[in-house]
């Protein structure tokens, strides 16, 4: 199975370690969004999408990326974040990202989220809050989600 990991991190590295953790299970290359090109992403089995959450959004140099998407014909993804904060349930950091891979071709078949260190704004001034997160669990349920998607992926490869 051909599977990549596109992935954005930019403050301390939370979903970085979340990533590489993913693309051990699944064998994976974790690049930045601007490694990619687009145009290949028809060529994997599995593709990931992974940012940390920056003033409540999806990180804009993945939007920016996302928007360049070509079509494809139903490569399976899944979307990861890491945030200090847990999602308000009027905004979804998933659902935006999974409309729009959706609209591109994707086949959209999970999401992961955890908590990561966060020294935004005031958060900084205490030396920020879940520290030493992600922490070993996150990063072991990061890797259980990576299993169940590769084997659904693997079990629906083996049906065609």
């Known amino acids: 199975m051909k599977s990549l990991i596109v992935c954005v991190s930019t403050s301390h590295g939370n979903t970085r370690r979340v990533a590489e953790r993913m693309a051990e299970v699944l064998h994976a290359q974790v690049l930045e969004p601007e490694q990619v090109d687009p145009h290949t992403l028809g060529d994997y089995d599995l593709v990931g999408f992974g ?26 993804a899944f979307t ?4 200090g904060a847990r999602e308000i349930p009027l905004t979804s950091y998933h659902k935006p990202m999974g409309k729009q891979l959706a609209a591109k071709g994707f086949q959209v078949i999970g999401l992961f989220s955890c908590r990561g260190l966060d020294t ?4 900084g001034y205490i030396g920020g809050i879940n520290k030493g997160r992600p922490d070993r669990h996150d990063l072991d349920r990061a890797a259980a989600f990576a299993e169940r ?9 083996a049906a065609s």
């Open 149 to 157: 998607i590769r084997e659904r992926v693997a079990g629906s490869r």
């Open 51 to 76: 940012s940390g959450i920056y003033y409540m959004a999806v990180h804009p140099r993945l939007w920016r990326f996302l928007g360049r998407l070509p079509q494809v014909d139903g490569v399976a």
């Open 80 to 83: 990861f974040f890491t945030s």
């Open 120 to 123: 935004v704004g005031p958060f």
